[in-house]
């Protein structure tokens, strides 16, 4: 813990004591606790900060042996009692090797902390280099010579540590904000705090949703131990007793009572449930044990808040935060803070577009797999139909009364086991992206939105070869004029059907699938998905210009063709029909490929702005 000087074995007994109270159960722990209390009740409230950090034998803690041997011995102040110009008001909290209290500097008439401790070790001298408004700040350091003990003077943060906030469930639901700022009145009254009266510090807590309100207070920590990091001093101790929330909301961190320079070796401290495997261990510690830390109390905040409001992405920072060896981690609490950042922006981004989502989008969002299957097959089945009823006209001249029985007796067969194998095919490329690295996924999403449009034209010319083969082997010959229609109307229906099923796959990746995976994980950088959006964005610019062309092109086509198909007065009005029919179709279809190409466009100007 701190300092070495003065440090001696700790009594027998009250060694013996802590580890029967590890081992008992509730009852039998307060038992004892109350009997030591009866005797010294500093003893007591000391023996129970030591429980609460203690999840074994203290044996195997390596805590005692560094304890000083009078550690119960810390002289215990009451309301009035004055330390040099201060005046004690209450006591705060009983730590380990310290007991802090609330007190008013009389000469500049503002409450601060007092620490008091047998040995301060180098705490000042790490907290004289960090003026930073996320850790609270040091004023003064002193000898209080007639009790005998050391008195660091620190900033007094009105408001809750974040164990406190933990305990009162305020993550527990949808609107974190409300929860925390009533806490906070419960605790503070209208007491103005920092130079922040009660209305402004309200606002700035009211409406804060669960989600946002914990990433924001998780990236507040992450910043202010980058910040120690880059003064060269490792905190080592992270953990919500040590987090203080003030009266805005905002996260400062504590207590650098175990801290070290950087280099120094092993750490001499800190709370198990939270410390890495090398300072558990015997292995020297530097900036990545502090990052495993930050991944264990993240997990901690995260704990409470609901699964349907976990952001994308955090699941995999934490797992990536605290890996077991120190390589795999993050190579410094910098890198860390910024990956949860991009976290909490995409969060911010996405609770944006859920705002101001129609039905239509906020369902895409929640059944991209769904929506990838109709933006696939919906346009092959329009073309399908358009096409049946096509070739069934066309065909009346050009083809047998055989050859037209062959056509009829296929069709429906060959477009069951087209659609079947196109879902199939979908289903395999698309299942997995959920379970792959955010990066090999994103490269997957792109590579979907042109496989399905390949998956389209190919079940189209297909279509053409089996048809043609299949009518020209079971009766032959073949007229030249119907291979020929055949081959243009189903080459136009592959391209058709390509640009409108990629173009739907492209708005599906856009405001589903690439956002469910843009997340900073290993393997998954920030430039690099965001290259990704940019390469899908000039995607989506083309297949809308596709898309708008080769309707009008087909639709010329039929109605360049048409004399041919009037030859017989049977054939006008089904004609006429069919050229109204894929002029419809076409306008719809280029005014369905406009709006999807805004609402994909949008969603990636969200995800990587110009």
């Excluded at 209390?37 to 044996?59: N, V």
């Excluded at 490792?234 to 009266?247: G, Q």
């Excluded at 558990?280 to 409001?309: E, H, N």
């Excluded at 997957?444 to 009518?471: D, H, K």
Aim: proline share 5%.
């Amino acid at each position: 813990m701190d300092g070495d000087a003065g440090v001696t074995e700790t009594p027998p007994g009250l060694r013996t004591i802590f580890d029967r109270l590890l081992d008992a159960d509730v009852r039998t722990r307060e038992r004892i606790l109350d009997d030591v209390h009866r005797d010294d009740p500093g003893a007591a409230k000391r023996l129970r900060a030591m429980i609460a950090q203690s999840p074994g034998p203290a044996s195997t803690l390596g805590l005692w042996n560094k304890l000083p041997a009078d550690f119960a011995a810390i002289p215990v102040l009451v309301e009035g009692d004055r330390v040099d110009d201060f005046r004690v008001s209450a006591p705060l909290g009983v730590g380990g090797l310290a007991t802090v209290y609330l007190a008013v500097d009389e000469r500049l008439g503002r409450r601060v902390a007092l620490k008091v401790s047998r040995s301060t070790g180098i705490e000042p001298q790490l907290l004289a280099k960090l003026a930073h408004p996320g850790i609270v700040q040091a004023y003064r350091a002193f000898r209080d010579s007639t009790r005998g003990v050391d008195v660091l003077v620190l900033q007094y943060v009105e408001g809750l540590t974040l164990e406190e906030a933990l305990a009162e469930k305020c993550f527990c639901g949808g609107d974190a904000g409300h929860c925390l700022n009533a806490r906070l009145e419960n605790r503070l009254g209208s007491r103005a705090s920092d130079g922040l009266d009660r209305d402004e510090a309200t606002r700035k807590l009211r409406g804060l949703d669960t989600t946002t309100l914990a990433l924001r207070i998780a990236t507040e920590i992450a910043e202010a131990l980058s910040f120690a990091h880059g003064r060269g001093v490792l905190h080592l101790d992270l953990k919500p007793s040590n987090i203080f929330i003030d009266r805005g909301g905002h996260a400062i961190l504590g207590d650098f009572n175990v801290s070290m320079e950087e280099g120094r070796g092993r750490s001499l401290g800190g709370t198990p449930g939270y410390m890495s495997p090398e300072q558990l261990g015997t292995k020297p510690v530097d900036a990545r044990s502090d990052v495993f830390s930050l991944g264990r109390l993240v997990a901690r905040i995260f704990t409470q808040v609901p699964a349907s409001c976990l952001p994308s992405g955090l699941e995999s920072w934490i797992w990536w935060t605290t890996e077991s060896e120190p390589p795999q981690r993050p190579v410094d609490v910098a890198t860390a803070a910024e990956s949860l950042r991009e976290i909490a922006r995409w969060h911010a981004v996405s609770a944006q577009s859920a705002a101001t989502d129609s039905r239509f989008l906020a369902w895409v969002r929640r059944r991209p797999m769904a929506a990838t299957f109709i933006a696939t097959i919906a346009p092959n089945a329009i073309m399908s139909a358009i096409q049946i009823l096509y070739n069934r006209i066309h065909i009346v001249d050009l083809a047998t009364p055989a050859q037209q029985s062959i056509f009829r007796s296929i069709v429906g067969p060959w477009n069951v086991f087209v659609f079947s194998a196109a879902g199939y095919l979908l289903w395999r490329r698309f299942a997995p992206i959920r379970t792959l690295a955010p990066m090999a996924a994103m490269r997957r999403s792109m590579q979907n939105v042109f496989i399905g449009g390949a998956i389209a034209s190919v079940g189209w010319l297909m279509g053409c070869t089996l048809f043609v083969s299949t009518m020209a082997l079971g009766a032959p010959p073949l007229a030249s004029a119907l291979i020929q229609h055949f081959v243009v109307s189903f080459v136009f229906a592959a391209a058709l059907c390509a640009s409108y099923a990629a173009q739907g796959i492209a708005f599906v990746t856009a405001v589903a699938w690439l956002p469910s995976r843009y997340h900073p994980e290993r393997g998954c950088v920030v430039q690099q998905a965001r290259e990704e959006a940019n390469r899908l964005r000039s995607a989506v610019r083309f297949l809308t210009t596709t898309c708008a062309a080769l309707p009008l092109a087909s639709a010329a086509v039929i109605v360049w063709e048409g004399p041919g198909m009037m030859t017989a007065g049977k054939t006008q009005y089904p004609f006429q029909a069919l050229v109204l029919l894929a002029l419809v179709f076409s306008c719809i279809g280029f005014a369905m490929a406009g709006r999807l190409a805004t609402y994909a466009t949008r969603a990636l100007t969200r995800l990587a702005p110009q």
